[in-house]
């Protein structure tokens, strides 16, 4: 993908069959992909899927899948049949996990894995018994997932420098937790502007919120291709 708004992934999180509809016809044609999550998965399923992958340039299933290697490999076939451009899988799955999703894809979605959620830091990971910095968790994660042949990872915009060097194209790092200048932060806490996103080393920046709850989702769709069109 090149710069500007391919560089987007619009996430569809919603509830609403209609609502999907209609960010799935304005965001499609216009950023580089349209990522479907857990909430709209769940609700509406593989229709849910195909009405993002009929207005997307690519379809991102961000399902994160974690389980024993045989099930996350028939899940894998399963989101290829769907038409999944890419898919998430749970770099903690491990890498014979992460082996055998990679083989399930078989020319099909770039399994990327995802490392931190954002909502994570360091006194939720010690509370869950993985004490240590963030960021050395990710680049451990990363570099094992890229070894099992995962073909991307998912990160937070602040591991992105670190990560990046020990992982440089064409693996691709996707980036959620992109709050444009002025947003709210939500329940993101290691987040960082698109821009700054751009300029550590994203190649896929996932924005949700912030365009598709916007009060002017047309003028915030601007403002974010001004922003990304300073970036480095």
């Given at each position: 993908?090149?710069?500007?708004?391919?560089r987007?992934?619009?996430?569809?999180?919603?509830?609403?069959?209609?609502?999907?509809?209609?960010?799935?016809?304005?965001?499609?044609?216009?950023?580089?992909?349209?990522?479907?999550?857990?909430?709209?998965?769940?609700?509406?399923?593989?229709?849910?899927?195909?009405?993002?992958?009929?207005?997307?340039?690519?379809?991102?299933?961000?399902?994160?899948?974690?389980?024993?290697?045989?099930?996350?490999?028939?899940?894998v076939?399963?989101?290829?049949?769907?038409?999944?451009?890419?898919?998430?899988?749970?770099?903690?799955?491990?890498?014979?996990?992460?082996?055998?999703?990679?083989?399930?894809?078989?020319?099909?979605?770039?399994?990327?894995?995802?490392?931190?959620?954002?909502?994570?830091?360091?006194?939720?990971?010690?509370?869950?018994?993985?004490?240590?910095?963030p960021?050395?968790?990710?680049?451990?994660?990363?570099?094992?997932?890229?070894?099992?042949?995962?073909?991307?990872?998912?990160?937070?915009?602040?591991?992105?420098?670190a990560?990046?060097?020990?992982?440089?194209?064409?693996?691709?790092?996707?980036?959620?937790?992109?709050?444009?200048?002025?947003?709210?932060?939500?329940d993101?806490?290691?987040?960082?502007?698109?821009?700054?996103?751009?300029?550590?080393?994203?190649?896929?920046?996932?924005?949700?919120?912030?365009?598709?709850?916007?009060?002017?989702?047309?003028?915030?769709?601007?403002?974010?291709?001004?922003e990304?069109?300073?970036?480095?």
């Amino acid at each position: 993908m090149s710069g500007g708004l391919d560089r987007v992934a619009v996430a569809l999180d919603t509830s609403d069959r209609a609502e999907l509809a209609a960010w799935a016809e304005r965001f499609g044609p216009r950023v580089g992909a349209l990522k479907v999550g857990l909430e709209a998965f769940v609700r509406f399923g593989p229709a849910g899927v195909a009405e993002a992958r009929r207005h997307a340039r690519a379809l991102f299933l961000d399902l994160k899948l974690h389980d024993i290697p045989n099930t996350v490999a028939g899940a894998v076939a399963a989101a290829r049949d769907l038409g999944a451009d890419l898919l998430t899988v749970h770099a903690g799955g491990g890498p014979a996990m992460i082996e055998a999703a990679a083989r399930a894809a078989a020319g099909g979605p770039t399994i990327l894995a995802v490392t931190l959620l954002t909502h994570l830091d360091e006194r939720e990971l010690d509370r869950l018994g993985l004490p240590g910095p963030p960021a050395e968790r990710v680049l451990d994660w990363v570099r094992l997932a890229r070894a099992a042949g995962a073909g991307g990872a998912v990160c937070s915009p602040r591991e992105l420098p670190a990560v990046r060097g020990a992982a440089p194209p064409p693996f691709q790092l996707v980036t959620p937790g992109i709050r444009p200048a002025g947003s709210a932060a939500d329940d993101q806490r290691r987040s960082a502007s698109a821009a700054e996103a751009l300029d550590a080393g994203a190649d896929l920046l996932v924005i949700g919120r912030p365009l598709t709850r916007a009060a002017d989702p047309e003028a915030a769709l601007a403002a974010l291709a001004r922003e990304l069109g300073g970036a480095s």
